[in-house]
Structure formats: structure tokens, C-alpha cells
């Protein structure tokens, strides 16, 4: 008895935890289109959600590059297909690894920033103090992040586009061999709208679910200190799993659309 | 939409809350509430802690939601205000938060200003002017405008918020715990300057305190809360012949008494 009691409540709570989010959504995405918005705040979030992400973004998508342009070639040379590195880790690349590194670490940086510093202005009352200043707190707070991480992603995706597949040819010149001359022009012959466009649309979904993710859990924050560093956990977890989720059921669907 | 029955029965009434219920999970802490703020009048709430002082004000506010009960503001029904119709109404109110609730990302002069920029779309020039006149009028001087709440004492904070309530002098002020934290010189600089803001201006204000000496100073009536209702209100110069053992209790500090404090070992 006790396990179904158990089963029940819990099920009732993330039942009323999705119904929670679904109003927040709700509210963020009407608040997008009425005045007032606050262009000075959406520019401020862009540096700090876009800019200065650029750093570790670059850094992991060159890596990841690099070593895909390593195991790539442990498949292809099995089957004396060497000569197909490029292409496939141009749209690994493209389609999957730079969106995801991207928006993984994104989500780890930013999701969590954005929980703390709503959550410390929900213990400390500062959300409450908003809306006596008859400042609407989705709008001020929420609005301009959701704004500038839309657009930050897939900024920040293309860069990691390009840095991504530069890994790849410096792994594949230095260690594998290559003449770089072919496998810039076999990247660029293989260079496709398409390949680059799923990418940034998938970054685009990315960047709402981390500010979106960051924003939920520190506007929901609870009790003191604990209750904060809960909400950046939760931020970080949730977001980096919606974006594995979201990457699948993307993926799915380009391929059904032959996009 | 007023009902006739509204107008006549609260006639001269700026607040009236009727019946507010307010529970936190099992935890019941308004229980019925009925008070009544005359308009232009200074209104003083005391109250042991945690009987849900702070908890009335922010119901009052939308902050949060009464489960049940009626909360009207010159005779408008708070709960069915939503977007611009709740906008202006906001914008009758100035609070001070009993934590200050300063935004730790401005400076003190935005933090005074903000709600003229941000809720009344003044300009930026003219609200620093109002701003830092209002932080004079706190006692704090125009070197203090450009720090960041984190670097100020408690009280300096309070007198900050204090500033930010006033800025846009609003209709109707709420003050929680204005006092607590100042010493006793500046307790008495808050009290005239509430006094003043309220005197003359036709200001309704709500205050809460522990602080006595500083009810009986800028109240022109104290309601007294227990278990979630209130259970005296009058004129501050009866306070201290209410015929109330709670009251009697409260205001001269006794241990012993009806009220048992919740003292757990
Ligand atoms: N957001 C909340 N969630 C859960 N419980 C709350 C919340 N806000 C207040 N409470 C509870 O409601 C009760 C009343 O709180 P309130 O802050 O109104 O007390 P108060 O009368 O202002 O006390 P004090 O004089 O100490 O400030 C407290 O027991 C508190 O634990
Ligand atoms: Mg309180």
C-alpha cells in the first residue's frame, strides 16, 4: 500500500510540476510580443549569455572536432574509405556536435547563472519588491533573457560550426596524414544549406529551454541558500536533459522531412 | 463596477479586507481577517511574530493569493484585476519590505528611482534628481547614491528601502517594520518622517512594528493580530486602557499572560 501511496503522490506532483511550467511558459512566450520590452536588458543578457560563452564554446567544439576526425578514421579506414573523414565530421558537425556541445555547455553556464541570480532575488524578496514598483517580473526579468539566448544560440552554434570542423582538419593534417588542400575542398564541396540550418534551428530550441530552464527554477526557488543551490542544480539537470530529448525528437523529424 | 452596498458600507474606507484566509500547507495563518484603513489614515498593526503580519500586506499587494475572503481598494475588488487594470493599480502603492528587498545588481540612487523609470516612465535625469531628494529625506547623504546595497549596514538599507517606498509618492504606503534595526535617534527621524508624509498629503499608510514607542508616534489607529484575526482595534490613545488581556500583555512586554509563546526545547 505504501509503495502505491508513494507512486501516486509522486505522479501527482510532476502532474502539477508540468502544469506549473506550462503557466510559466505560457506567460513568458504572451509577455514576448506586449510592450513594454526592455531592449538595454536583452542587450546586457546577450554578453553575458552569448559573448562570454564564446571561450568555452569554441574550446570544446574544437576538440570535439579533432577527435571525431580521429574515430572517423578508425571506421573509414577499415573499409579503405579514408577519403570520406571530411565529409562526415563536417556533418556530424554541423547537425549534431554543435548544437549539442553547445548548447550542453550553454546550458551548464547559463542555466545555472540565471537560476541563481533569480533565485537569490526570490529569497531575497527582490521579486516581490518588482512588482510593487508595478514592474511586471516575466517581463523584466525572464523576457530579455528567453530574447537574447534565442538569438545567442545560434550565434554562438555557427561559431562553433566553424571551430568544430577546423578541429577536425587539424587532426586529420597533423595526426591522420591528410594534404590540407583536400580536405578543405572536400568540406567545402560537401558544404550543404541544409546540414548548416538543422543545426541552428536546433540551437534556437536549445537556447529557449536553457534560459527557459534557468528561469523556471530560480523564479520557484525555495527557502534560503539550500533552496538556490537546489534550483541551479535542477536548472543545469533539467535543461542539459530537455536538450538531449529535444536533439532526438529534432533529428527524427529532419530526417522524416528529408531536411 | 461598485455595488451601492460597497460604497455606502465603506464609505471613507481606502483598504477594507473581509474574511482573508491565508494557509500554508497545513499551517493556517490568516483565519478570517477583517480590518479596515480609513483613507488619509495611519494604520498600525502589531502582532507577535510570524502571525502573519507581513503575509496580510502581500495578499493585500497579489503577492500572494487568499484562499478565501475579499480584499477591496477604494471599493475595487483586488482578485479580478489582471495586465494594465492590475498595472495601475500597482501603482498606487509604495512598500517597504521588513528585509529591505534592495536590487543588489544597482546602484542606490536606480534602486530609489526604479520604480519612477521602470512603472511611471519618467526620465532618467529627473528621477535621480527625485532619488536623491528622497535619500536626503532618509538621512543619507548624496555620497551614499552611488553604492551598491552590499555595501551598506542593515540600517542604511532599511532607510533605502524606506526612500524607494516614498519615491513616487504613492497613495498608499506600506511599512513593515520600519524601525527595526535603526537606533533610537534615527528610529525617531523615521517615525516624523512618516508622520509628515502621512499628515497633510492624504496618504493611507499600513505600518507594522514591534516597536511601541514608534506605533504610538505614527499611528492614528493600532489593530492588534493574534491567531490569524484581529482580535482589537481602536485609536492609538486607547491602546492602553483596551480592557484586552492580549493586548495589555503585548504592549507592556509580559511573558506571562493569555499569550503563550511557542517557546519549543
Ligand atoms: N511563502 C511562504 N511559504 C510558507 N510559509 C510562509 C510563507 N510566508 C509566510 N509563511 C508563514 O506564515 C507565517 C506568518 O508569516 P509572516 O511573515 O506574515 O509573519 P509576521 O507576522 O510578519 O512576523 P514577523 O513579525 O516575525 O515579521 C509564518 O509562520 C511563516 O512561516
Ligand atoms: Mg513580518
Same mark, same amino acid.
Given at each position: 500500500m505504501k509503495f502505491f501511496t508513494a507512486v501516486g503522490r509522486s505522479t501527482l506532483e510532476l502532474l502539477g510540476e508540468v502544469g506549473r511550467l506550462s503557466i510559466f511558459t505560457a506567460d513568458a512566450v504572451t509577455s514576448f510580443i506586449r510592450p513594454p520590452i526592455y531592449w538595454s536588458l536583452v542587450g546586457t543578457q546577450m554578453m553575458r549569455i552569448g559573448f562570454f560563452s564564446l571561450p568555452v564554446v569554441g574550446l570544446t567544439a574544437f576538440f570535439t572536432g579533432a577527435v571525431l576526425a580521429l574515430q572517423i578514421y578508425i571506421g573509414?579506414?577499415?573499409?579503405?574509405?579514408?577519403?570520406?573523414?571530411?565529409?562526415?565530421?563536417?556533418? %556530424?558537425?554541423?547537425?549534431?556536435? %554543435?548544437?549539442?556541445? =553547445?548548447?550542453?555547455?550553454?546550458?551548464?553556464?547559463?542555466? =545555472? =547563472?540565471?537560476?541563481?541570480?533569480?533565485?537569490?532575488?526570490?529569497v531575497t524578496e527582490q521579486i516581490d519588491a518588482l512588482t510593487t514598483l508595478a514592474t511586471r517580473p516575466v517581463k523584466y526579468l525572464v523576457v530579455p533573457r528567453l530574447m537574447a539566448a534565442l538569438v545567442s544560440m545560434p550565434l554562438l552554434v555557427a561559431v562553433a560550426d566553424a571551430i568544430g570542423v577546423l578541429g577536425g582538419y587539424v587532426a586529420a593534417t597533423k595526426s591522420l596524414g591528410f594534404t590540407g588542400s583536400i580536405y578543405l575542398n572536400t568540406t567545402m564541396n560537401d558544404l550543404n544549406g541544409n546540414d548548416v540550418m538543422s543545426g541552428l534551428i536546433k540551437a534556437v530550441v536549445f537556447g529557449f529551454l536553457i534560459a527557459l530552464m534557468g528561469s523556471y527554477n530560480g523564479f520557484n526557488s525555495k527557502g534560503g541558500a539550500q533552496g538556490v543551490g537546489a534550483a541551479t542544480t535542477n536548472a543545469v539537470v533539467s535543461a542539459s536533459i530537455l536538450i538531449l530529448v529535444a536533439n532526438y525528437i529534432l533529428t527524427n523529424i529532419f530526417n522524416i522531412l528529408n531536411f | 463596477?461598485?455595488?451601492? &452596498?460597497?460604497? #455606502?458600507?465603506?464609505?471613507? &474606507?481606502?483598504? !477594507?479586507?473581509?474574511?482573508?484566509?491565508? /494557509?500554508?500547507?497545513?499551517?493556517?495563518?490568516?483565519?478570517?481577517?477583517?480590518? #479596515? !484603513?480609513? /483613507?488619509?489614515?495611519?494604520?498600525?498593526?502589531?502582532?507577535?511574530?510570524?502571525?502573519?503580519?507581513?503575509?496580510?500586506?502581500?495578499?493585500?499587494?497579489?503577492?500572494?493569493?487568499?484562499?478565501a475572503g475579499q480584499i477591496l481598494v477604494d471599493g475595487q475588488d483586488t482578485a479580478k484585476l489582471r495586465g494594465r487594470a492590475r498595472d495601475a493599480y500597482l501603482r498606487k502603492f509604495g512598500m517597504l519590505f521588513q528585509g529591505a528587498a534592495l536590487f543588489d545588481s544597482m546602484p542606490v540612487w536606480e534602486n530609489v528611482?526604479?520604480?519612477?523609470?521602470?512603472?511611471?516612465?519618467?526620465?532618467?535625469?529627473?528621477?535621480?534628481?527625485? &532619488?536623491?531628494?528622497? +535619500?536626503?529625506?532618509?538621512? +543619507?547623504?548624496?555620497? !551614499?547614491?552611488?553604492?551598491?546595497?552590499?555595501? +551598506?549596514?542593515?540600517?542604511?538599507?532599511?532607510?533605502?528601502?524606506?526612500?524607494?517606498?516614498?519615491?513616487?509618492?504613492?497613495?498608499?504606503?506600506?511599512?513593515?517594520?520600519? #524601525?527595526?534595526?535603526?537606533?533610537?535617534?534615527?528610529?525617531? !527621524?523615521?517615525?516624523?518622517?512618516?508622520?509628515?508624509?502621512?499628515?497633510?498629503?492624504?496618504?493611507?499608510?499600513?505600518?507594522?512594528?514591534?516597536?511601541?514607542?514608534?506605533?504610538?508616534?505614527?499611528?492614528? /489607529?493600532?489593530?492588534m493580530l493574534y491567531k490569524g484575526k484581529i482580535i482589537w482595534e481602536g485609536p492609538t490613545a486607547e491602546i492602553d486602557h483596551s480592557g484586552n488581556p492580549y493586548v495589555g500583555q503585548f504592549i507592556h512586554g509580559r511573558a506571562e499572560g493569555p499569550i503563550k509563546m511557542e517557546v519549543r526545547g
Open positions: 573509414t579506414a577499415r573499409y579503405g574509405a579514408e577519403q570520406f573523414v571530411p565529409t562526415v565530421v563536417l556533418i %556530424g558537425i554541423l547537425r549534431e556536435l %554543435g548544437p549539442v556541445i =553547445a548548447g550542453l555547455m550553454v546550458a551548464g553556464r547559463v542555466s =545555472a =547563472a540565471i537560476a541563481a541570480e533569480l533565485g537569490t532575488m526570490r | 463596477m461598485e455595488s451601492a &452596498a460597497s460604497v #455606502t458600507d465603506d464609505d471613507g &474606507a481606502k483598504i !477594507v479586507i473581509k474574511g482573508v484566509k491565508k /494557509r500554508f500547507g497545513p499551517k493556517v495563518v490568516l483565519d478570517g481577517l477583517d480590518l #479596515t !484603513v480609513p /483613507r488619509g489614515q495611519s494604520l498600525v498593526v502589531i502582532g507577535g511574530s510570524g502571525t502573519g503580519k507581513s503575509v496580510t500586506i502581500k495578499c493585500v499587494l497579489g503577492i500572494l493569493k487568499p484562499d528611482a526604479f520604480g519612477l523609470i521602470q512603472g511611471r516612465g519618467v526620465g532618467r535625469k529627473k528621477a535621480r534628481d527625485i &532619488a536623491y531628494e528622497k +535619500l536626503t529625506k532618509v538621512g +543619507l547623504g548624496a555620497d !551614499v547614491g552611488g553604492l551598491y546595497p552590499s555595501e +551598506l549596514s542593515g540600517g542604511m538599507q532599511k532607510r533605502v528601502g524606506l526612500a524607494r517606498a516614498i519615491a513616487a509618492d504613492p497613495e498608499i504606503i506600506f511599512f513593515d517594520e520600519p #524601525t527595526t534595526g535603526l537606533d533610537p535617534i534615527m528610529s525617531d !527621524v523615521i517615525n516624523n518622517l512618516i508622520v509628515d508624509t502621512v499628515r497633510g498629503t492624504g496618504t493611507t499608510t499600513l505600518s507594522i512594528t514591534h516597536d511601541l514607542v514608534s506605533a504610538r508616534k505614527i499611528a492614528d /489607529r493600532i489593530a
